[in-house]
């Protein structure tokens, strides 16, 4: 990447990062602060816990689209002013309600899509791959952080001063924002943004489907465990606020290291379905372990959080990657919205369920209810066909091509060595290939793209 892409994209990166931070931290700490709120429930704790999820999964796709017609930068100011101003009623907030009123604002700014359309804007074809694994890999440091900090600042600030933090944060997502270049041309692009006329495909594809399914499991039993987990370090270890970085510290140095092995395995030797499988058996052992034996030994609780996390790492890391690798060429963006869509619905599910489940049966019901969503996740995984084991690559058409010249273009293309799918949008000026690395020839790409139009 050039100086002005690295530019771009790393200030990209730090928007999602100061975002995802805020909204992480109070994930291990909010079901123990909640309960001081006027009004507060399990159930209620619950629904504010996954409330953001439901405003997320209803605006980020139109979000993404109506950046298209008033550009990238007006619409991420708006979503970092709800996103503060959710914040900022959740932080002035003595009750439950206040706080979910303020949790719905903060998801209303669903900027994610838009944030990867600019990064896109910004980036040549042949780095937008690498631009989007940067930013992912900033969500991913986020999660990470956020499960040290938000128990260390939660003991010194309080609940309110993590949604003041967070508001804090947004509005350094904007001073990031104003070092972004402003792109000259806005452009639709297929590998990163929603076709709403794609929808349909994506939805009949049975094994997209059933990814979608998996990443609205995954993050259903995730936001469902943080409801209970918290109270039971609490109540059955007498572990205070003050005390849970001691335990996800060396938790999440662990389960990081655990992690690279498996997605190793996964990518580079192409066992990423066995991987997978692997994972989900991992997490719902952990689930079961918690459920029976969570409150009695702290060192069982302590290996159990490890195993968790290793789980959802290579999970959370891996389960993008397969939806590329299963969606059609020029189809990447559509299938990744859907699959966003899914994920947090299933935060907003399981911030639901699980406080119902808490007030009604206690943790152990809860735990109960996460082992029996990961099993149908392993009968959802051991039913998916073989996936293939291809990567996106693009690259822009120099010059207009009538319909004789895309069909040979196309023809070309799909006669290099490793290139399994192609799709010509000559509206977009791109070719979408869907290429298997290993016998990918990019010198013979090169050559048909100098003579394609």
Not at 186 to 209: G, I
Not at 425 to 430: K, L, M, N, P, S
């Amino acid at each position: 990447m050039d100086p002005l892409e690295r530019k771009a994209v790393f200030s990209l990166a730090s928007i999602y990062a100061m975002r995802m931070l805020g909204l992480f931290m109070i994930l291990p700490v909010f079901a123990i602060f909640a309960g001081d709120l006027t009004g507060s429930t399990p159930l209620l704790l619950g629904v504010a816990l996954g409330s953001y999820g439901l405003a997320q999964a209803a605006l980020q796709i139109p979000y993404g689209l109506l950046s298209d017609r008033f550009g990238r930068k007006p619409l991420i100011v708006i979503g970092l002013s709800l996103f503060a101003l959710g914040s900022v009623v959740a932080a002035m907030s003595d009750t439950i309600w206040g706080v979910i009123i303020g949790r719905l604002i903060q998801g209303s700014g669903a900027i994610s899509a838009v944030v990867t359309a600019l990064a896109a804007d910004l980036t040549r074809e042949e780095h937008r791959m690498r631009a989007m694994a940067l930013i992912g890999m900033s969500i991913g440091a986020s999660f990470l952080l956020s499960m040290v900090l938000g128990p260390v600042l939660g003991a010194w600030v309080g609940l309110q001063g993590l949604f003041w933090l967070t508001g804090a944060l947004a509005l350094g997502a904007m001073g990031a924002l104003a070092m972004v270049p402003t792109p000259v041309v806005t452009r639709r692009h297929r590998d990163t943004q929603v076709v709403p006329r794609e929808l349909l495909s994506v939805f009949a594809n049975s094994t997209l489907l059933r990814l979608d399914l998996g990443i609205f499991i995954l993050h259903m039993v995730m936001t469902a465990t943080f409801v209970a987990l918290p109270l039971m370090l609490l109540q059955k270890h007498g572990l205070g606020i003050v005390d849970h970085w001691q335990l996800y510290v060396p938790v999440m140095l662990l389960s990081v290291l655990g992690m690279f092995p498996l997605v190793l395995l996964a990518e580079k030797h192409r066992r990423i379905r066995e991987v997978s499988i692997f994972a989900i058996v991992l997490m719902l052992l952990s689930e079961a372990v918690l459920a029976l034996f969570g409150g009695q030994s702290y060192g069982v609780l302590y290996a159990t959080l490890v195993f968790y996390f290793v789980g959802f790492n290579v999970l959370e890391a891996s389960m993008p990657s397969m939806i590329s690798k299963v969606a059609p060429a020029g189809n990447r963006g559509s299938a990744m919205g859907v699959y966003s869509t899914f994920q947090f619905l299933g935060a907003f599910l399981g911030g639901g369920s699980g406080g119902w489940l808490m007030g009604a049966y206690g943790p152990s019901a809860v735990f109960t209810f996460c082992v029996g969503a990961l099993l149908v996740w392993v009968v959802l995984n051991y039913s998916l066909p073989p996936l293939p084991h291809l990567s996106t690559h693009l690259f822009r058409l120099d010059g207009a091509a009538d319909g004789a010249q895309i069909s040979l273009l196309t023809e070309r293309l799909g006669g290099i060595p490793g290139v399994e799918e192609v799709m010509v949008v000559a509206g977009e000026g791109v070719a979408y290939l869907k290429v298997d690395s290993r016998l990918f020839d990019e010198e013979s790409l090169s050559a048909v793209a100098a003579v394609s139009v």
